[in-house]
């Protein structure tokens, strides 16, 4: 079984911090990614990571950065948290196979910024 | 991309055979779609994945008319634990992965 795992299911902050949120997957997966999951908004894309060193934007990047410098590990850091970045954060690795892609996610972290 | 329009919750009873159907008018003639499910509290789960017909899988079976503007994702035999959110992507063969959209789902609520 594939599997994901984010370094903490909850989280709280205060304004201004800086906020490293950790993800492992264990299956040599190329693709990375990291979405956030607010009611009524569905998952948004923030970034994703097709190969170590290498990422992409997502649909919101504001306020984000990544870093991946392990092939099995891929990095979410908010540089000054916000109360607008509390949110339910998914990373999720994937696996192309036959030109179709599925992805896996982790539990997931439940961010609380004050 | 296409745009993908599903309901926005449902309800069934345990035992009950469950289709949520997904509008996608705009595939592409690459595109695939995909079904995953979601948990309180939990990260989405694959279900299901197909391009044309008729896929199924120990979970639940997927139906692609011919014109593949829609899809049905059918569970058979709901029970309570299949309470979820419901999502359908649709994505581009040879993977965009960056340009995959969640949207908000449908949410299924089983009852006894």
């Known amino acids: 079984d594939v599997k994901v795992t984010q370094s903490s299911r909850y989280l709280v902050k205060r304004t201004g911090e800086k906020v490293f949120l950790e993800c492992v997957q264990d299956?040599?997966?190329?693709?990375m990614f990291w979405y956030r999951q607010d009611p009524g908004l569905g998952l948004r894309l923030i970034y994703f990571?097709?190969?170590?060193?290498?990422?992409e934007k997502g649909d919101i990047p504001e306020g984000y950065s990544v870093s991946r410098e392990k092939k099995e590990r891929f990095s979410l850091i908010l540089e000054s948290a916000s109360t607008n970045q509390t949110s339910m954060y998914l990373c999720?690795?994937?696996?192309?196979?036959?030109?179709?892609?599925?992805?896996?996610f982790g539990p997931g972290t439940r961010l609380l910024v004050l | 991309l296409a745009k993908t329009t599903q309901p926005i919750s449902m309800d069934s009873y345990e035992g009950q055979e469950v289709n949520i159907t997904c509008s996608h008018n705009n595939i592409a003639t690459n595109d695939y779609i995909t079904w995953y499910q979601q948990f309180p509290s939990q990260g989405p789960r694959f279900i299901i994945q197909g391009y044309k017909t008729k896929v199924t899988n120990e979970v639940a079976s997927l139906f692609i008319p011919a014109d593949r503007k829609s899809s049905t994702l059918s569970l058979p035999r709901v029970s309570l634990s299949d309470t979820a959110v419901y999502y359908c992507?649709?994505?581009?063969?040879?993977?965009?992965?960056?340009?995959?959209?969640f949207g908000t789902g449908t949410l299924l609520a089983v009852q006894p």
């Open positions: 999720a690795s994937s696996i192309l196979a036959g030109g179709q892609e599925t992805q896996y």
């Open positions: 990571s097709y190969d170590v060193k290498m990422k």
């Open positions: 992507l649709v994505a581009p063969t040879g993977g965009a992965t960056n340009k995959l959209i």
């Open positions: 299956m040599d997966h190329e693709n």
